[in-house]
C-alpha cells in the first residue's frame, strides 16, 4: 500500500513569509508526528497527533509554528513570518499506535524548506 | 531529559569489513531503543529495534544488543556491503511517550 507523503518535496521562500507543509500519512495509522532536521543535526521532535488531537507540542520551537489534523488523516504544518533558522528538512512519520514506546513510526520523504 | 549521542560521521570503510556504530542515550524510565536508516534519495526506515534491557535487535545482518549497564546501543555487522551505504540513526522512546528523540545521524560508505 502507499506510504507515508508529504507536499511539496522542496519549498523555497522568502523571510518573513508563511508556508504551509502537508501529510498524508498511512491510512488507518492514528498517530502522526512531525520532526524536523536542520544541516549537520539530528532529527527534532515537533508535535504528536493521536486522531485529530494534538497531546504532545513540546517540541514546537515558536509560537509561529502551529498544526492541525484533521478525519484522523491529513496533518498541514504551518510556519508564520518565516525565518533563515526554520530552513530544514521537515519530517512526517505515521504508527499504529497499538502499544507505548514500541510502534514503528513510518516516515515520509520529506519537504526542505529553505528561506532565503 | 532523554538524549541520544552516537559515533559522528562520516565512516568508510571497504566492503567486507566490519562495522561498528557507537550510541548510547540517557533516558528516564526504560526506553525503547531503535535504529533507522536513511538510503540515498529514500525516506528513514527502521532498521531494528529493542524494547527491554539484553534484547538483541537484528534486521539485514545487523544487529545491536541493549545495555543497560552501559546505556549504549551500538549498531554492527560482521561484513558490509555495497548496498549498506546509508546514514544511520539511533533513536529511542519512552513507553506511553510516542516520540522518538535521535542522534545526529552516522553516514557510512562502503567501498568496493
Known amino acids: 500500500g502507499a506510504g507515508v507523503s508529504q507536499s511539496p518535496s522542496n519549498k523555497v521562500t522568502e523571510k518573513g513569509k508563511d508556508v504551509e507543509l502537508r501529510c498524508d500519512p498511512i491510512?488507518?495509522?492514528?498517530?502522526l508526528y512531525w520532526y524536523r532536521q536542520r544541516l549537520g543535526q539530528g532529527l527534532e521532535f515537533l508535535i504528536y497527533?493521536?486522531?485529530?488531537?494534538?497531546?504532545?507540542k513540546s517540541g514546537l520551537p515558536s509560537d509561529r509554528f502551529s498544526a492541525e489534523r484533521t478525519g484522523e488523516s491529513v496533518s498541514t504544518l504551518t510556519i508564520q513570518r518565516t525565518q533563515q533558522e526554520d530552513s530544514a528538512v521537515y519530517l512526517c512519520?505515521?504508527?499504529?499506535?497499538?502499544?507505548?514506546?514500541?510502534?514503528?513510526?513510518?516516515f515520509g520523504p520529506g519537504t526542505r524548506l529553505t528561506v532565503l | 531529559g532523554n538524549s541520544v549521542t552516537q559515533m559522528e560521521g562520516p565512516v568508510t570503510l571497504s566492503e567486507e569489513a566490519f562495522l561498528t556504530i557507537n550510541c548510547t542515550y540517557t533516558?528516564?524510565?526504560?526506553?525503547?531503543l531503535f535504529w533507522y536508516v536513511q538510503y540515498p534519495g529514500e525516506g528513514l526506515q527502521l532498521l531494528l529495534k529493542?524494547?527491554?534491557?539484553?534484547d538483541k535487535g537484528s534486521n539485514k545482518g545487523f544487529e545491536a544488543t541493549y545495555r543497560k549497564e552501559t546505556t549504549s546501543f551500538h549498531l554492527e555487522k560482521g561484513s558490509v556491503q555495497v548496498s549498506d551505504s546509508a546514514v544511520y540513526f539511533c533513536?529511542?522512546?519512552?513507553?506511553?511517550?510516542?516520540?522518538?528523540?535521535f542522534g545526529t545521524g552516522t553516514r557510512l560508505t562502503i567501498i568496493p
Open positions: 491510512s488507518g495509522h492514528t498517530a
Open positions: 512519520a505515521s504508527s499504529l499506535a497499538i502499544a507505548g514506546g514500541e510502534n514503528e513510526q513510518f
Open positions: 533513536a529511542l522512546s519512552n513507553f506511553g511517550n510516542e516520540k522518538l528523540t
Open positions: 497527533f493521536q486522531g485529530n488531537s494534538a497531546p504532545d
Open positions: 529493542a524494547t527491554k534491557a539484553d
Open positions: 533516558a528516564t524510565g526504560y526506553p525503547s
